[in-house]
């Protein structure tokens, strides 16, 4: 599993300071999802370099039913509909609440049966037969049946933001019989149901809710073990107990509501004053400070942070420094990764690729082809990158958004750059123009943070030379990097179903490819924690699956809490 980690205690517990994490959810809900709703999940909850160890939940006695719990989370959602509307990873939880996926993942990663019993390819896996739950119903009283699930599939492939990574790859899904589904394909896809079926595009609507006016935006029917409430779009959305829930004896709680609390020392405040029962939070202070007196589950590897560089020759006719290899070399050798992750907070991860080595998709990372912070070796490569092209400097400028928490980490960067010889200049952009131009491709390098995926075959979109377009036009491939070489790993990653073959190609991918071209500067992963009241119960699962991310959380029904 990796670095899940849980710790829970009886001491009391310390407020933290106020820290506005406003870029990691942002970027989630603002890149990711808003240009790849449908394959975005999570990564593998292993982490990179320390900080926490993983740990389960012991035998926690007979669940009671009954009882209300509050969950503060640090951000809201556009609608509920994740065809169409914009998740960031505590939008997850809350649609997670009323909407379930046909698949979820284990602690191993692997695709498990939810709302599906079973999935079965042709010999060339591009067809895929999907088997469905029985006796299972939407809130509103329809069946779910392979006529909805069919609907909802054929949704996805059309739907203004998931058809962005579906569209042309899914060419239908048509109803066999009632609880039988064929899901045709363009090319061989043996990584659907790690890469699809698991994922948001794969939590199934009530065919009532994909019809109304807004479809479902703001009011979900699904399957899951809550039915929704009220939602008043700012900061509160209600839900009940399903009555008719497939799961006998869930869910426990009688209500679950989620409360948007935009800072950690609001939502600690409120944890210690009772006013909620559980946060989703970013901050590494807050978690270590509740952990002595409060169950803290700690996923601080699952989402890697970089620097991503612009590899074009030219931004917006200027040329553009990061294109020349021995720049990026530079900025690689210059980055003291530990500096920047002990800044955030006591335990904070290093990563080093997309996959930390203790995820089976990972390296070692002495093996995974990323060099070292070496303050000579940088100099010696802004001396070599001065030579290659007659420049007299390093000079580039670092876009990031201007909450006090980046501003804080990109000033630090900038300072180890500096003493390199590295020229940066640091660009506060407000969110909506700061997505503007990655997407767009008009930066030179910007903070960053993606590669949240439980299988590798969803970060497709962010190194494919078919999602790389030029500047001005919408490039889910934000740096433009691609060559034969990582495409071909790539298709191949997509299309084998032998797990040897697929880890061959990713290594290649990040040893040969991302790693040795310096696209990516490492900085330091998102320490995303759990921070629960004693009273609160059924946490099992939560602590042996990854949870920082933007998958589906199949297991809040069987959330209780202590009287």
Not at 45 to 55: A, I, N
Not at 536 to 547: D, K, N, R, T, Y
């Amino acid at each position: 599993m990796g670095d899940i980690s849980m710790q829970t205690n009886g001491a009391a517990g310390a407020t933290g300071r106020e820290r506005r994490r406003a870029l990691l959810p942002l970027l989630g809900v603002g890149l990711a999802l808003l240009l790849l709703a449908a394959a975005c999940g999570s990564s593998s909850s292993s982490g990179g370099g320390g900080g926490s160890t993983s740990g389960t939940i012991g035998d926690e006695g007979t669940p009671v039913d009954g009882g209300s719990l509050i969950m503060a989370l640090p951000s809201a959602a556009t609608g509920w509909n994740p065809h169409d509307s914009q998740w960031a990873q505590p939008a997850s939880f809350v649609g997670s609440s009323v909407l379930e996926p046909l698949a979820t993942i284990n602690g191993d990663l692997d695709a498990v049966p939810w709302l599906a019993t079973s999935w079965t390819p042709n010999a060339t896996f591009d067809q895929w037969t999907i088997k469905l739950r029985d006796k299972v119903t939407f809130q509103n009283g329809e069946a779910f049946d392979a006529k909805a699930v069919a609907l909802n599939i054929n949704d996805a492939t059309t739907a203004a933001l998931s058809s962005q990574a579906v569209k042309g790859l899914i060419t239908g899904a048509t109803a066999v019989d009632d609880l039988t589904v064929q899901v045709t394909m363009s090319q061989a896809w043996a990584a659907f149901p790690s890469s699809f079926l698991n994922g948001q595009s794969a939590m199934m609507m009530a065919p009532a809710m994909l019809t109304s006016p807004d479809r479902g935006n703001q009011h979900p029917i699904g399957t899951g073990p809550f039915t929704f409430a009220s939602w008043d779009s700012s900061s509160i959305f209600k839900t009940v107990k399903n009555p008719t829930y497939w799961q006998a004896g869930l869910p426990h709680l009688n209500q679950l509501e989620f409360h948007v609390l935009a800072d950690s020392s609001s939502q600690s405040n409120a944890l210690q004053t009772g006013d909620v029962n559980m946060v989703f939070t970013g901050s590494a202070e807050e978690a270590n400070s509740l952990q002595s007196s409060y169950t803290v589950l700690k996923d601080w590897g699952s989402e890697p942070g970089m620097v991503i560089t612009q590899t074009l020759p030219e931004v917006n006719g200027t040329a553009n420094p990061l294109a020349n290899p021995n720049a990026r070399l530079a900025l690689a050798y210059a980055t003291d990764r530990q500096a920047l992750a002990t800044a955030v907070g006591e335990g904070v991860q290093t990563p080093s690729s997309p996959f930390p080595p203790s995820s089976k998709w990972g390296l070692p990372e002495d093996q995974n082809g990323y060099v070292s912070f070496d303050l000579d070796k940088a100099k010696q490569a802004v001396a070599q990158y001065k030579t290659d092209t007659g420049e007299s400097s390093l000079k580039f400028t670092l876009s990031a958004t201007a909450d006090i928490d980046t501003q804080k980490v990109a000033q630090l960067a900038q300072g180890q750059w500096k003493e390199a010889g590295i020229d940066a200049s640091i660009e506060q952009l407000e969110p909506t123009a700061f997505i503007s131009k990655v997407v767009q491709g008009n930066y030179e390098a910007a903070f960053f943070n993606i590669y949240s995926s439980p299988d590798p075959d969803q970060n497709y979109y962010f190194w494919s030379q078919s999602t790389a377009n030029p500047v001005g036009q919408i490039s889910i491939n934000f740096t433009h990097f691609t060559n034969p070489q990582m495409q071909a790993s790539l298709q191949t990653g997509r299309q084998s179903a032998d797990f040897a073959t697929r880890k061959k190609a990713y290594d290649d991918v990040v040893v040969n490819q991302i790693n040795a071209n310096h696209v990516n500067i490492w900085t330091y992963s998102t320490p995303y924690s759990l921070i629960a009241s004693p009273k609160v119960h059924g946490l099992q699962e939560a602590s042996q699956v990854p949870f920082g991310n933007f998958q589906p959380k199949t297991w809040l029904g069987a959330l209780w809490l202590s009287q």
